[in-house]
């Protein structure tokens, strides 16, 4: 079963724009949530990581994302879109392996939405 | 503190042959883990290692392997390459438990098979 869905695999947006990238979770996974990003090339970066303490996390390059429980969703945004945040986004949420033992993990992504911005 | 570094960054390689490619994990990361990622079926999950052995395998053939030494680098093996091998394949390290979570990805290794 899917653990994280990120809904819209290409989105565009204008520069100066608000970004919005949604991703939804299994209610069955640990509150724990990350956002990745990957420019061309590259490996992933972490964007931010949902750890409980606040609903609202603050990343880096101006991003943040918003835990709502009841709606089981862990939506990307940015208020005003640049250039240089055109990349793909990846959220992902660890699932546990409970044939591991316990404190074992194994990181799921979603498929990534591709961000586009336009001048 | 370094980061992850896999080598090599590209390699071109022959259907048929075998490849090995390298990770090593930031210090104090215990925790390796690879992925294949292609453009058709995004990022998958090939094989964790934690202190040495294999904690978890993804669904792939047996032609992919790994290992972990006592330092925590690591080491994938691809044998009989197919043409659809040809991916970027990332290594990611990470501490221990759920605190300490969240994966530091390498830059990844670039693998064409021709």
């Known amino acids: 079963a899917q653990s ?15 970004v919005l990238l949604r991703c939804n979770y299994s209610s069955s996974v640990p509150p724990y949530l990350f956002w990745y990003v990957q420019y061309p090339n590259q490996g992933l ?27 089981t969703s862990f939506h990307l945004t940015k208020p005003s879109a ?8 990846f ?13 074992s993990y194994q990181l799921t992504f979603g498929k990534g939405t591709k961000l586009s911005v336009i001048p | 503190k370094a980061g992850v570094t896999q080598t090599p960054r590209y390699l071109i390689k022959t259907r048929g042959q075998q490849v090995t490619l390298s990770c090593s994990p930031i ?17 998958q999950f090939l094989f964790e290692y934690f202190s ?10 047996g032609r992919f392997s790994g290992r972990q030494f006592s330092n925590s680098r690591s080491e994938m093996n691809v044998s009989t390459l197919e043409l659809g091998d040809s991916a970027l394949y990332l290594c990611a390290s990470s501490g221990t438990g759920l605190e300490n979570y969240g994966y530091t990805f390498g830059s990844g290794t670039r693998l064409t098979v021709v």
């Open chain 2, 52 to 61: 040495e052995t294999q904690r978890n395998k993804g669904n792939f053939p």
């Open chain 1, 82 to 89: 640049h250039m240089s945040d055109a990349a793909e986004y």
């Open chain 1, 45 to 71: 970066q972490l964007l931010l990581k949902y750890t409980s303490a606040a609903t609202l996390v603050k990343g880096i390059n101006g991003f943040e994302a918003e835990f709502k429980k009841s709606e």
């Open chain 1, 91 to 103: 959220c992902a949420a660890p699932i546990p392996l409970a044939y591991s033992g316990a404190g």
């Open chain 2, 27 to 43: 210090s104090g990361h215990r925790s390796v883990s690879w992925y294949q990622q292609t453009p058709g079926q995004g990022l």
């Open chain 1, 4 to 18: 994280v869905t990120q809904l819209g695999s290409h989105v565009s947006v204008s520069e100066g724009a608000l």
